[in-house]
Structures are given as structure tokens and as C-alpha cells.
């Protein structure tokens, strides 16, 4: 599958809401199999916070909710925790995320992560997951991050990077698949490398005393996470055909090339290098 020569000039860039992979059925279910992937990481980057009981703190660009009960876990009864999405249809699968489990000490509500409208400095902590290298101009979302949290309190992020996705034996067709999708993605403004740079992006928001880890995962065969380069042309593939990232019949052969490709046990996939940092508001 080539790229097409003749995409769109005017193709469309994603607006500062929009969040790249869509809010469909599929991105769902894409979110609860990495959501429990991701858990055990999430769970130690929150921990290393030392959040204490009684904090108030907020989770930008929350989707479904799957970070928010951690977060309750940590502030208790007594703390308070704001879940902050834009996609009323995500929006309200937090909601229901949240009354399943009584955390009656979290709040959900719609907004923009560029322009959340909360009080400047009224928070201990905020969070964010993989919400920056969904959306184009991500330091527009840290400075408004940083914003948000009191002199000394606390930030962290945890990001992707493309850096060691990919699959061994190696394939041409994922090979296409993955340019054709990163170069649908540039054009949207989204920079799928974006982990390496946060640490940046927080130091020019004011952020000190920089924490940075990184971790990747490795899948073979009948692990989902495999599938997730699939997962993430499908969920925009009528996008990219109709702004002439990728031609409908080769795309389309790609993929099923891919899939019997993924279907061998003896075909590994290493992830994208998931970047953890964390931060103090300067004093």
C-alpha cells in the first residue's frame, strides 16, 4: 500500500477538542483491554506521588474513568477528585464507571482539557493518560495543567511514543500500515512521539523537580494488545481514505495481511515506549 500522491492539500486538521481515535464502540473496547494492560504501571507512577488523603485533585481528559477510582483509592472519602471529558459519550461512561463503584468523592464533568475553566491553582495534583499524543498543540494542555495546581503541588502524565513499536519478524505491510497512519496523523497536527518530548513541555510550563521513567510491553500470540496498530487504522481507515492517505483496495489487503501476520505465536510485538512523568508546580 502506498501513501497516495495525491492527498488532499486542504486536508482537514483536527480541531484542539478532537481527539484523534473517535469515540466509537471499537475505541471503547480498545480502551478496556489497554486500560487493564497499562493498570500495574498507572497504579506504581501514583504511588511513587505519595498522594495524601483529603487531596483535590483532577484527571484531564478522563474517557471511560479507569484512572479515576485510583485516584479515589488515594485522596479517600475525605479528598476530592474531578474527571474531566470532553465526549459526552465518554463523559457519561465515567459516570457510570464511577456509580458502579460508589466513589462518591468523584466528580465527572464535560470540558476542554486546552481550556478546563476550573480555578487556576485550586488543585493538589493533576493527571493525565495518553491524552497528549491524541491532540494537537499538547503544550497548550500542560501549561493549563500546571495552571490548575497550587504552588508544590504535584502533576503526571503518562505517554506514548512510537519509538519501539513494532513486530519481530518484521512485515512490509505493517511497516505501510504504520507510515500511512503516522502520516494521516501529522497532518492532523498529532505527534506520535510526543513521550520523549513532554519532559519539555513541562519544564517550559514551570514544572521542577522532574520525575521520568518509561516502560514498554512485549506480546505474542493471542494477546489483544498485539492487534492495536489494527486497531488504530480501523478506527480512522475511512478518514484516511477519504483524505487520500491510503488507497481503499491496498489498504484494506494490508490489514488482512497484517492479521495473518499477528496470527503466527511466533510473531512478537513490542509496544510503544510509554514515557511516566511527574512534576511540582513551582513554589
Not at 69 to 97: C, K, T
Not at 238 to 247: R, S, V
Request: proline share 4%.
Amino acid at each position: 500500500m502506498a501513501i497516495s500522491a495525491n492527498r488532499r492539500g486542504g486536508a482537514c486538521v483536527t480541531d484542539s477538542g478532537c481527539y484523534l481515535l473517535g469515540c466509537s464502540e471499537a475505541e471503547r473496547a480498545r480502551l478496556d483491554s489497554q486500560s487493564a494492560v497499562l493498570a500495574p504501571a498507572t497504579e506504581a507512577q501514583l504511588d511513587r506521588l505519595r498522594i495524601k488523603p483529603g487531596e483535590r485533585v483532577i484527571d484531564l481528559g478522563c474517557g471511560p474513568g479507569y484512572v479515576l477510582s485510583l485516584l479515589a483509592e488515594r485522596v479517600g472519602r475525605g479528598g476530592s477528585v474531578i474527571g474531566l471529558e470532553r465526549d459526552a459519550r465518554f463523559a457519561d461512561l465515567a459516570r457510570r464507571y464511577v456509580a458502579e463503584r460508589s466513589l462518591s468523592q468523584v466528580e465527572v464533568i464535560e470540558g476542554d482539557a486546552f481550556d478546563t475553566r476550573q480555578p487556576r491553582a485550586s488543585f493538589d495534583g493533576a493527571h493525565m493518560r495518553l491524552v497528549l499524543v491524541n491532540v494537537p498543540d499538547p503544550q497548550r494542555i500542560v501549561r493549563e495543567m500546571a495552571s490548575l495546581v497550587r504552588p508544590g503541588g504535584w502533576i503526571a502524565s503518562f505517554e506514548a511514543d512510537l519509538l519501539s513499536f513494532n513486530c519481530d519478524p518484521p512485515s512490509a505491510e505493517w511497516t505501510r500500515l504504520l507510515d500511512a497512519y503516522k502520516a494521516y496523523s501529522d497532518a492532523q497536527g498529532i505527534d506520535l512521539c510526543i513521550g520523549r518530548r513532554t519532559h519539555a513541555l513541562f519544564r517550559a510550563a514551570g514544572v521542577t523537580d522532574i520525575h521520568v521513567e518509561a516502560v514498554a510491553y512485549v506480546s505474542s500470540a493471542p494477546n489483544p494488545g498485539r492487534l492495536i496498530l489494527l486497531d488504530f487504522v480501523n478506527n480512522v481507515r475511512e478518514k484516511m481514505i477519504e483524505q487520500g492517505f491510503a488507497f481503499r483496495a491496498e489498504l484494506e489487503s494490508d490489514i488482512a495481511a497484517v492479521e495473518r501476520h499477528l496470527s503466527n505465536p511466533e510473531v512478537f510485538v513490542t509496544s510503544h515506549l510509554f514515557y511516566l512523568l511527574s512534576g511540582r508546580v513551582r513554589q
